[in-house]
């Protein structure tokens, strides 16, 4: 199994749509999650950071369960800008030490 | 501006030979990280290092080197031992826990072997 997995994708949904995105992770001591965006052929950018008290940012909400390990980032009234490729991160250690990356989910919204 | 800094962004390496990727960050972060991205993939781990003059295998680390002598430098060799390294490859640093613990990139170096 591996240690960061993502929804399969590739998601494609209209302009407008709401859409949601799950991540797992194995490691239970896993201390810090973010969500990224990659465009083709770019590197990943932060899209936010994951807080357990869940967290919003305009049309983009995530949230993080531990009891059940997993992330979710929920992306509201889509544009066609949003598609992209979103990666989760999971890091072990607080300071430093190994982040771990999901393979990632496409994203394309159509007119 | 603090970032990170790769090049070269583009290289050729013929069948055999041993090529080195430079990777150099001013936004003094302990933390260095290379990883590879083939076409539709999710990134995999080479190596990582979380101090000065210690590196970590990573989960992809066979065919490839790197040393930390410096902070701010972080360079990876990828060796005639690995034999399929037509990638896409990015170096990252890490912010500490008191700013975020937020991994950022650079624009990453797209290797091809001919």
């Known amino acids: 199994r591996k240690e960061v997995e993502q929804d399969p994708g590739p998601f494609n949904v209209p302009e407008g749509a709401t859409v949601a995105f799950n991540c797992t992770y194995s490691n239970s001591a896993s201390q810090s999650f973010f969500w990224y965006r990659q465009d083709c052929r770019k590197e990943p950018k932060l899209l936010m950071s994951?807080?357990?008290s869940g967290n919003e940012d305009g049309r983009f909400t995530a949230q993080l369960n531990r009891a059940s390990q997993y992330i979710s980032l929920l992306i509201r009234d889509s544009k066609l800008s949003d598609s992209a490729t979103y990666l989760c991160?999971?890091?072990?250690?607080?300071?430093?030490?190994?982040?771990?990356f999901g393979d990632g989910t496409t994203l394309t919204v159509k007119p | 501006d603090g970032g990170i800094t790769q090049s070269p962004k583009y290289l050729f390496r013929k069948e055999g030979q041993n090529v080195t990727l430079s990777c150099e960050q001013n936004l003094n972060h302990d933390a260095m990280y290379w990883y590879r991205q083939d076409p539709g993939q999710g990134l995999r781990l080479i190596y990582y290092s979380q101090i000065v003059n210690d590196f970590q295998k990573g989960d992809i680390a066979e065919g490839y080197s790197v040393s930390r002598e410096k902070k701010e430098s972080f360079p990876l060799t990828v060796t005639s031992a690995q034999k399929n390294p037509t990638a896409f490859y990015l170096c990252?640093?890490?912010?500490?826990?008191?700013?975020?613990?937020?991994?950022?990139f650079g624009e990453g170096s797209w290797l091809t072997v001919v």
């Open positions: 994951v807080y357990s």
């Open positions: 991160v999971v890091n072990r250690n607080t300071n430093a030490g190994k982040s771990t």
């Open positions: 990252a640093s890490r912010s500490g826990a008191n700013r975020g613990n937020t991994i950022y």
